[in-house]
């Protein structure tokens, strides 16, 4: 019976080998990966599953993640986007610092991004709070190489010593580099889990000297009570932090700062405790309403006016509330009525 349907396969592939070609060629052309994203759409996502505090305090209404589909681009996926209302294509040389990165540069960028927005949530959330939150480390990481300042680093590396010494933030590294004395420096890195030591060229810039590489911090906290994140995998980037921080602040006090609301928002929380301005941010409030949201918090400025205009063009039901800072937000989630 075996042999019967082997032979009838055969028979077919000999027959028809031409149309089996040719959807194999077919089927690897539009799956071909192209240099884009494809934004498709935006929603909410209930934060509680994701930002949980110790014995933390409950509410009656809700924080909510903003939010964006996107998709890594295929030829088919980029010649829908030119049909299909709604999606977006945006080049992945947008998200680059340098022709040569590639898309494992971006992700961790990315990931980075929301590792740092956490750790500016816990800070801000904490003080806000007045509860214990005392540092006990800083990471530095090397997130950008510059054509113009060729050396030795790459993207992804720890920094963890210059010139022997090794720094608490990333302001005293580059006060070190300010004024030391010499052309090049021996740098250690953390690489695939491997320390090595790299000798790398400094380069002047005005009056001071630097690598000439981007760098970006993370800060981990002792906090009591503790807080733990559970993001999924694809989860990334910076624009939660605003909605992080309010939501673990929520938690650490009495009270219900949602109002019995469902709020959603977008905006990354800086280390200034400024609200940062996010990109697709008509996207992510088309998502809110679309997703039931009573209140879209937005990043005051350009953001801000972005929305107020699509609001006004597509009649959308919902509160909009601009903010500059986490004290802002505060402050106008406690007047809510």
Same mark, same amino acid.
């Given at each position: 019976?075996?042999?019967?349907?082997? &032979?009838?396969?055969?028979?077919?592939?000999?027959? %028809?080998?031409?149309?089996?070609? =040719?959807?194999?060629?077919?089927?690897?052309?539009? @799956?071909?990966?192209? *240099?884009?994203?494809?934004?498709? $759409?935006?929603?909410? @996502?209930?934060?509680?599953?994701?930002?949980?505090?110790?014995?933390?305090?409950?509410?009656?209404?809700?924080? *909510?993640?903003?939010?964006?589909?996107?998709?890594?681009?295929?030829?088919?996926?980029?010649?829908?986007?030119?049909?299909?209302?709604?999606?977006?294509?945006?080049?992945?040389?947008?998200?680059?610092?340098?022709?040569? %990165?590639?898309?494992?540069?971006?992700?961790?960028?990315?990931?980075?991004?929301? %590792?740092?927005?956490?750790?500016?949530?816990?800070?801000?959330?904490?003080?806000?709070?007045?509860?214990?939150?005392?540092?006990?480390?800083?990471?530095?990481?090397?997130?950008?190489?510059?054509?113009?300042?060729?050396? @030795?680093?790459?993207?992804?590396?720890?920094?963890?010593?210059?010139?022997?010494?090794? =720094?608490?933030?990333?302001?005293?590294?580059?006060?070190?580099?300010?004024?030391?004395?010499?052309?090049?420096?021996?740098?250690?890195?953390?690489?695939? !889990?491997?320390?090595?030591?790299?000798?790398?060229?400094?380069?002047?810039?005005?009056?001071?000297?630097?690598?000439?590489?981007?760098?970006?911090?993370?800060?981990?906290?002792?906090?009591?009570?503790?807080?733990?994140?559970?993001?999924?995998?694809? %989860?990334?980037?910076?624009?939660?932090?605003?909605?992080?921080?309010?939501?673990?602040?929520?938690?650490?006090?009495?009270? !219900?700062?949602?109002?019995?609301?469902?709020? +959603?928002?977008?905006?990354?929380?800086? +280390?200034?405790?400024?609200?940062?301005?996010? $990109? &697709?941010?008509?996207?992510?409030?088309?998502? +809110?309403?679309?997703?039931?949201?009573?209140?879209?918090?937005?990043?005051?400025?350009?953001?801000?006016?972005?929305?107020?205009?699509?609001?006004?063009?597509? !009649?959308? !039901?919902?509160?909009?509330?601009?903010?500059?800072?986490?004290?802002? +937000?505060?402050?106008?989630?406690? &007047?809510?009525?």
């Amino acid at each position: 019976m075996l042999k019967k349907f082997y &032979e009838k396969v055969k028979d077919f592939i000999k027959s %028809e080998y031409k149309f089996i070609l =040719f959807l194999i060629i077919f089927y690897v052309v539009l @799956s071909w990966p192209v *240099n884009y994203y494809i934004i498709i $759409g935006g929603g909410i @996502s209930d934060i509680s599953d994701r930002v949980v505090v110790e014995d933390g305090y409950s509410s009656d209404g809700s924080f *909510n993640l903003s939010y964006v589909s996107e998709l890594k681009g295929t030829t088919i996926s980029y010649l829908l986007s030119y049909v299909i209302p709604n999606w977006k294509r945006v080049d992945i040389d947008d998200y680059k610092y340098t022709t040569d %990165e590639d898309y494992e540069d971006i992700e961790f960028r990315s990931s980075l991004d929301l %590792e740092y927005s956490n750790s500016n949530a816990i800070y801000y959330a904490y003080q806000l709070a007045d509860r214990p939150c005392k540092l006990v480390s800083t990471e530095i990481y090397i997130i950008a190489k510059f054509e113009e300042y060729p050396n @030795s680093l790459e993207v992804g590396d720890q920094l963890l010593s210059v010139d022997g010494k090794e =720094f608490s933030t990333l302001a005293e590294y580059q006060e070190y580099l300010r004024r030391f004395d010499g052309d090049s420096i021996v740098v250690k890195v953390l690489r695939d !889990d491997k320390e090595i030591e790299v000798t790398c060229k400094l380069y002047q810039e005005d009056d001071y000297k630097v690598l000439g590489v981007g760098l970006q911090s993370t800060s981990t906290y002792d906090t009591d009570p503790k807080v733990d994140f559970h993001f999924e995998a694809n %989860e990334s980037g910076p624009s939660a932090g605003l909605i992080t921080t309010l939501s673990i602040y929520d938690q650490l006090t009495k009270g !219900d700062l949602t109002g019995d609301f469902n709020i +959603a928002g977008t905006g990354t929380i800086e +280390a200034d405790g400024s609200i940062g301005q996010i $990109g &697709e941010v008509e996207y992510k409030l088309l998502g +809110a309403v679309d997703g039931g949201a009573d209140v879209f918090l937005v990043p005051a400025g350009e953001n801000y006016q972005d929305c107020k205009k699509l609001m006004k063009e597509d !009649d959308l !039901d919902i509160k909009l509330i601009p903010v500059e800072t986490i004290y802002d +937000a505060v402050d106008a989630l406690k &007047e809510l009525k």
